[in-house]
């Protein structure tokens, strides 16, 4: 198959997890004989290395770079859409591909999935969060919001998603297709495609279950208080001036000013902390190994969890929330151990029970790992996308 791909930022341009998964999902396909095209933006740091994949056009524009706070401008927004829906358009006739598979088009704008299906493409999009709700029309009331509703509706209708048939989605779990269609976007018949991870970059340390003096304890993710690290910190104290040996790892960065009062929390309750800053990605599998607990404290609904998986596959028992699409995974006392959110005598629990019990390390790690090998690996993931692309395929003929 020709695959021609939409994304708003594309390896080695990266900022989070969404396009370093594209770009691990589009060089699988590309080995297993697809031809992939990638339609994307020029935006975003340029990280070390090659894209990963050869045919990568970087012809889109974004409404507004990435780490700039979000304004909405719909004169910009409809000028930067009708570019991309021109400029996928004019690609998809020029490559003639088999199926366009669209992924995040936070800050693209509509146009570019519009442009594919303009050239009369068939189309699959992945939804790994809840991204697209953003492009529903807001509810206005009273005399002016009716004026503003026939405006969005007449002038601006491209930028919202009725203009966009949405024929074939797949989300990364129950939780994100449901909390979507909640929200009112149409993808009640969505395809629920968990996500997967490369088993093989993640070898399992020399000990599983093993720990050290002290006990070593890790947090990888965003620095933002909806991912609790506070509460995970506040834990840590506890456990400190109760008297165990720990230090606390926090890999990571985020806006505002919460990493400083995170560092201000760990000096004044007394918690042993080390912040990493953001790492590269090829260096969390080390971490990951070097640490004896990984512990994930979100107190928002998560779309799923990468982070949980690598961990497992790493040996390293997890401690977590499970209120969003991890907890499609975890399972308490059986791969895992969960926590009710920002329960900080709670976690502080789970972590000295973990820490004072060598079976319970040893079962939750060898069960989390046999789970990841055979239901959440990259090759299962790409596996299943195949299959789909495939069947969209066949159906369009």
């Not at 006739?93 to 693209?108: C, G, K, M, T, Y």
């Not at 449901?178 to 093989?200: F, K, S, W």
């Not at 779309?303 to 401690?319: N, Q």
Request: charge should be neutral; proline fraction near 8%; glycine fraction near 10%.
């Amino acid at each position: 198959m020709k695959i021609l791909v939409v994304s708003n930022l594309f390896p080695p341009r990266v900022l989070g997890g969404y396009e370093i998964l594209c770009g691990q999902v589009c060089a699988d396909l590309e080995r297993r004989g697809h031809h992939i095209v990638v339609a994307t933006t020029g935006s975003g740091p340029d990280l070390p290395g090659p894209p990963p994949v050869a045919d990568v056009r970087r012809i889109l524009r974004l409404t507004q770079e990435f780490g700039t706070a979000p304004r909405r401008d719909r004169r910009r927004d409809l000028a930067v859409a009708r570019s991309n829906r021109a400029a996928t358009r004019a690609l998809a006739l020029e490559a003639r591909p088999d199926v366009a598979f669209v992924w995040s088009q936070l800050r693209l704008t509509l146009g570019a999935a519009a442009g594919v299906q303009d050239a009369g493409v068939p189309t699959l999009f992945t939804l790994n969060d809840e991204h697209l709700a953003g492009f529903l029309p807001g509810p206005f009331a009273g005399a002016t919001g009716l004026a503003r509703r026939l405006v969005d509706g007449i002038l601006f209708r491209s930028l919202w998603l009725p203009s966009l048939r949405l024929d074939h989605v797949t989300c990364i779990s129950r939780r994100v297709r449901d909390n979507l269609v909640r929200r009112g976007v149409p993808v009640e018949a969505a395809r629920v495609i968990h996500q997967g991870i490369p088993v093989p970059r993640f070898p399992q340390k020399d000990a599983p279950g093993s720990i050290h003096d002290p006990l070593r304890i890790l947090y990888a993710g965003q620095l933002h208080p909806d991912k609790g690290v506070h509460t995970l910190v506040e834990a840590v104290g506890r456990l400190s001036v109760g008297g165990l040996p720990v230090r606390l790892s926090i890999a990571g960065q985020g806006p505002g000013d919460y990493p400083q009062r995170l560092e201000l929390l760990a000096a004044s309750c007394g918690a042993p902390t080390d912040f990493l800053g953001r790492l590269p990605h090829d260096e969390l599998p080390g971490l990951y190994r070097s640490h004896d607990i990984f512990v994930f404290p979100s107190i928002w609904e998560e779309p799923f969890g990468l982070t949980h998986l690598e961990a497992m596959a790493s040996g390293t028992p997890v401690v977590s929330t499970a209120d969003g699409g991890q907890g499609e995974f975890l399972e308490d006392d059986v791969n895992a151990l969960v926590f009710p959110k920002a329960d900080v005598v709670a976690l502080t629990d789970a972590l000295a029970r973990l820490a004072g019990d060598e079976a319970l390390r040893a079962r939750l790690v060898a069960t989390a790992r046999s789970m990841v090998e055979t239901r959440f690996s990259m090759t299962r993931y790409v596996d299943d996308l195949d299959a789909l692309l495939r069947e969209i395929v066949g159906a369009s003929e």
